[in-house]
Nanobody, 115 residues
Framework: QVQLVESGGGLVQPGGSLRLSCAAS????????MGWYRQAPGKMRELIADITSGGSTTYTDSVKGRFTISRDNAKNTVYLQMNSLKPEDTAVYYC?????????WGKGTLVTVSS
């Protein structure tokens, strides 16, 4: 059973940056793809970025050009570099496999973008 622990969230002003980390308790090499998801207040949880084992990435339109997903297989860690943050990026951010496993959800990390 793999456990995923997200960290790196916080309060940031619009236009600022944050780097999120997702540490896995086991090897992530066995997963074809890892993804970052987010759930904004009153909205459904959505996949915003994913990365395959080969390093190919995809992004939802709302974060394209601002967010970068990466992975360090040796450290069993997935990262999300978030730049040019906007108030609408405020959400709880989670990592999971893609497609997701419901038993892999962690507690997430809260990102609040506000002046």
């Amino acid at each position: 059973q793999v456990q995923l622990v997200e960290s790196g969230g916080g309060l940031v002003q619009p236009g600022g940056s944050l780097r999120l980390s997702c540490a896995a308790s086991g090897s992530i090499l066995s997963f074809n793809a890892m993804g970052w998801y987010r759930q904004a207040p009153g909205k459904m949880r959505e996949l915003i970025a994913d990365i395959t084992s080969g390093g190919s990435t995809t992004y939802t339109d709302s974060v394209k050009g601002r967010f970068t997903i990466s992975r360090d297989n040796a450290k069993n860690t997935v990262y999300l570099q978030m730049n040019s943050l906007k108030p609408e990026d405020t959400a709880v951010y989670y990592c999971n496999t893609d497609p997701l496993r419901t038993d892999y959800w962690g507690k997430g990390t809260l990102v609040t973008v506000s002046s």
